[in-house]
């Protein structure tokens, strides 16, 4: 144990929660390891053994916020809704968590975007999540008699791809401004209608 009093997985949860006021208060360019280190009172080498760098920090940031977006989706999935509109609510839930990152933390965002384009293995992870969950959601309907039973796969592909300007990272950030969530129910409701036709769903 740490001579902090923090076990090794308590030390790494408190270095990102530092790392985080930090990247808030001054910005990802100014962050730096050897100030979590400080804050925590420990050797920069000991908190290397946990975070060998920077990335590997920010990595951390947001690999905690996709899994408590991961959390909510789950929820939304087993909201206690007719089948459409617990559709509309995963995806509702799924844009307002990217899009109020991006108005409430945005060098937090940058974190993230930067582990998007590097295709981290957490983003995949996220990304299979995603799709896990938005098969339950469509499973569910096909139990409720709304949706056929055949081609779920495929409208997992053509919903999340009919709705990507809404969860992409940088296409959220494209339009952060704006309010569409209008819009999204919208494309939600007619792509899921149209998908409920079984000559749709291959």
């Known amino acids: 144990m740490p001579r902090t009093g923090l076990t090794s997985a308590e030390l790494v949860e408190k270095a990102i929660d530092i790392?985080?006021?930090?990247?808030?208060?001054?910005?990802?360019?100014?962050?730096?390891?050897?100030?979590v280190a400080k804050k925590l009172?420990?050797?920069?080498?000991?908190?290397?053994?946990?975070?060998?760098?920077?990335?590997?920090?920010?990595?951390?940031?947001?690999?905690?916020?996709?899994?408590?977006?991961?959390?909510?989706l789950e929820s939304a999935s087993q909201a206690d809704l007719e089948p459409r509109t617990r559709l509309i609510r995963w995806f509702l839930t799924l844009h307002r968590m990217k899009l109020e990152k991006i108005r409430t933390d945005p060098e937090l965002y940058k974190t993230f975007n930067m582990?998007?384009?590097?295709d981290k293995p957490f983003v995949?992870?996220?990304?299979?999540?995603?799709?896990r969950l938005l098969g339950d959601v469509l499973r569910?309907?096909?139990?409720?008699?709304?949706?056929?039973?055949?081609?779920?796969?495929?409208?997992v592909v053509v919903l999340l791809e009919a709705t990507s300007s809404f969860h992409h990272?940088?296409?959220v950030l494209e339009h952060k401004d704006e309010d569409?969530?209008?819009?999204?129910?919208?494309?939600?409701?007619?792509?899921?209608?149209?998908l409920a036709n079984k000559g749709n769903v291959r």
């Open 169 to 171: 990272p940088s296409m």
């Open 115 to 118: 582990a998007v384009e590097l």
């Open 41 to 72: 009172k420990v050797s920069h080498a000991a908190l290397y053994n946990h975070f060998p760098d920077k990335a590997a920090v920010t990595d951390a940031i947001s690999e905690r916020w996709l899994n408590q977006i991961d959390a909510a």
């Open 140 to 155: 569910k309907a096909v139990d409720a008699g709304a949706f056929p039973a055949e081609g779920q796969d495929n409208a």
């Open 180 to 194: 569409r969530e209008d819009l999204l129910q919208q494309i939600v409701s007619v792509v899921f209608a149209g």
């Open 124 to 131: 995949r992870q996220h990304q299979a999540n995603v799709r």
């Open 19 to 35: 790392a985080t006021r930090n990247i808030r208060q001054f910005g990802l360019d100014k962050f730096r390891l050897t100030d």
